[in-house]
């Protein structure tokens, strides 16, 4: 495992912070689990989360138990393994797979689209894991709830096809053991977004047929540098991330266009989004970003290219390196990195509308087409907006867009007539899911980035709520034609997920920050209405 510096100024400010963290003895009280390192007041979040210091030994004590599943559902037929579970229980399992060439079907989503297509996948051979640190999670809920209904309605006992991921004592784990289902615990201690090589990374990924003693074999492998002051590629990343954010460079560009890791940026950017993002402060990752020459980024190339920092090694020795420097990065800015403060702000505005007879979703400011367009606006037309939108971006802030929709397939549509192909980015040409982004990342100088609804709410969402207010929103929601009930919940999954989107506003609304919800009558239609409206812009 390899940390390198390519830029001087890079180079200069991970030196100085890294010879403060040697000073304090940081390297060693880190390796020891001194949970006292980000101070006192928050000791007590710290010595219940740093249990992912011991992961590359403590979880290869569930490989046989694991190997022996394996063989168990392979023995049945069952070859469709399907996730559902959010935030750091969901990502790690798809970065995994997706970089093994092994097929996980991941629901981090209340889509009834994305749901009702994972269905059709064959209940005959799926196994559901159902994967949550607590299990309070509405939306891990309310898919399993119906699973549970498909499976009876199939001929199929729950019973048989569900394993449950959780920590031990959660309400999960009393609702597993209860209902009957196969339960794995996960090692105390961790939280979700540092659980990549605990059961919640291992088990669903080596079900889907990816080796997981391989990752721990590679995360094994560095851990014994993770305690030097010297050599220590945690300690260098870290010093990096949180040196040039100190300095002014906290927009953090991640490339990882060469490396044999696929998806690595979309965990990383949950991983230090939320553990940073907190008391007016934070690093704000951007997948996909491209650098833009304004001072305040810092690019990161994982595995090959050309950055001001090149992170080289396996996909085991980048999970435990990322979140060691992650630790870091947050005592160097003095933020808590284990707790998410601001996290259940949208959770409790979801909570409040669903207890309402009906979604209250206003009366928009205009329409145009497809689009209704609901929020503050003096625009006449959808390209108007998204022009209002660009210029009310703070010199200091980002634009996030943020879609409630099937993210497999919210954007296949035609490109709009009259794209610019010579502006087009990598992104773009390789038919980007988040296509809205580089088209609007074209259209300014600060950093423009997207996450899926729901699941950004268990990551960014916690930078969009308690890392420095210059964000502006753009929220994306979409008409349901055919709905999915939630069994024994007076709601359906669509309605959960509009609730979601509207509380995810009224959060950021209540907090003065510029946001703006697109609704899409038509969701293929609006979708095309809206990236030619982009290339309006």
């Not at 051979?125 to 498909?150: D, N, Q």
């Not at 199939?154 to 999960?172: E, F, K, Q, Y």
């Not at 088990?203 to 391989?214: H, K, N, T």
């Not at 940026?265 to 650098?291: F, M, N, Y």
Request: aromatic letters at 4%.
């Amino acid at each position: 495992m390899d940390v390198t510096y390519r830029e001087q100024e890079v180079a200069d400010s991970a030196a100085s912070a890294a010879g403060r963290l040697v000073a304090d003895g940081v390297p060693a009280r880190l390796a020891g689990g001194d949970p006292t390192l980000w101070g006192e007041d928050t000791a007590p979040v710290a010595a219940a989360r740093l249990g992912w210091l011991a992961l590359p030994r403590v979880s290869r004590e569930l490989l046989p138990e694991l190997g022996a599943l394996v063989r168990r559902t392979r023995a049945e037929g069952l070859t469709t393994v399907v996730l559902a579970g959010m935030g750091g229980s969901s990502l790690a399992p798809e970065v995994i797979c997706a970089s093994a060439d092994v097929p996980l079907t991941v629901l981090d989503t209340t889509d009834p689209d994305q749901v009702r297509r994972a269905l059709a996948e064959g209940l005959d051979s799926t196994v559901l894991v159902v994967a949550g640190t607590s299990g309070s999670a509405i939306e891990t809920e309310a898919l399993l709830r119906v699973y549970e209904r498909a499976f009876r309605d199939a001929g199929i006992d729950p019973v048989t096809r569900v394993t449950v991921v959780t920590d031990p004592g959660s309400p999960l784990e009393r609702a597993a053991a209860e209902a009957g289902y196969h339960l794995i615990l996960a090692a105390p201690g961790v939280g979700g977004r540092y659980s990549a090589l605990s059961a919640f990374g291992l088990v669903p990924s080596a079900l889907a047929g990816a080796d997981a003693g391989r990752l721990l074999d590679e995360a094994g492998e560095v851990l014994p540098l993770l305690s030097k002051d010297s050599g220590n590629p945690g300690l260098d990343l870290g010093a990096a991330l949180g040196g040039a954010a100190l300095g002014g460079r906290d927009r953090l560009l991640l490339d990882d266009r060469l490396s044999a890791a696929t998806g690595l940026p979309d965990w990383i950017e949950q991983l230090v989004a939320e553990s940073t993002g907190k008391r007016g402060r934070g690093i704000l990752p951007v997948v996909g970003g491209e650098p833009q020459g304004t001072g305040d980024e810092l690019l990161v190339a994982i595995d090959a290219g050309d950055g001001d920092v090149r992170v080289d090694g396996p996909l085991g020795a980048q999970f435990l390196v990322w979140e060691y420097a992650t630790a870091v990065a947050g005592l160097l800015l003095g933020v808590d990195p284990f707790d998410e403060p601001n996290v259940t702000e949208s959770k409790a505005a979801t909570g409040r509308l669903l207890a309402l007879p009906e979604l209250p979703v206003g009366e928009p400011a205009l329409v145009d087409g497809p689009v209704e367009v609901y929020g503050r606006t003096r625009a006449k037309d959808l390209p108007g907006v998204l022009t209002e939108l660009l210029r009310s971006v703070p010199d200091d802030g980002y634009l996030a867009v943020m879609a409630y929709l099937d993210r497999l397939a919210a954007f296949d549509a035609p490109v709009p007539e009259g794209a610019d192909f010579e502006l087009m980015t990598d992104a773009w040409m390789a038919a980007d899911p988040a296509t809205l982004r580089p088209l609007l990342a074209l259209r300014t100088d600060r950093p423009v980035t997207f996450g899926w609804g729901p699941r950004f709410l268990h990551s960014t969402g916690q930078y969009h709520m308690g890392g420095p207010q210059n964000g502006v929103f753009l929220q994306v929601t979409g008409a349901v034609a055919d709905d999915v009930a939630v069994p024994g919940r007076p709601y359906t999954l669509g309605t959960l997920q509009l609730a979601q989107a509207l509380g995810d506003l009224d959060a950021l609304e209540h907090r003065g920050r510029p946001a703006v919800r697109v609704h899409l009558t038509d969701r293929a239609a609006g979708v095309a209405h809206l990236l030619a409206a982009a290339q309006e812009a």
